[in-house]
Nanobody
Framework: QVPFVESGGGLVQPGKSLRLSCAAS????????MGWYRQAPGKQRELVAH???????NYADSVKGRFTISRDNAKNTVYLQMNSLKPEDTAVYYC????????????WGQGTQVTVSS
């Protein structure tokens, strides 16, 4: 059983917003740094936002200023607020923890599809 379940994706017009959620279970969520990743058709999965256990954040240049990652340790959930969405943000979005490679590979969930189109 994978520890993460992503939700909140959908079809939106350019310029609109979405908020993704990633619920964790079966892990000591609060001690792990977490990341939101995305994979567009024909492309490799990429890290778009990262948050440490202490709340420090980093973003890919392509989303900086538009996306915000946050976490609620009481709810074992990490969020991705996505504003000013662009067609190039279209992808399946996943979350994962900063685990060893073998654990990370086994921890990918189903992801949530985000489609930005007019």
């Amino acid at each position: 059983q994978v520890p993460f379940v992503e939700s909140g994706g959908g079809l939106v017009q350019p310029g609109k917003s979405l908020r993704l959620s990633c619920a964790a279970s079966g892990i000591m969520f609060r001690i792990y740094a977490m990341g939101w990743y995305r994979q567009a058709p024909g492309k490799q999965r990429e890290l778009v936002a990262h948050i440490t256990s202490g709340g420090s954040t980093n973003y890919a240049d392509s989303v900086k200023g538009r996306f915000t990652i946050s976490r609620d340790n009481a709810k074992n959930t990490v969020y991705l607020q996505m504003n000013s969405l662009k067609p190039e943000d279209t992808a399946v979005y996943y979350c994962n923890g900063d685990f060893p490679d073998s654990v990370m590979r086994a921890s990918w969930g189903q992801g949530t599809q985000v489609t930005v189109s007019s």
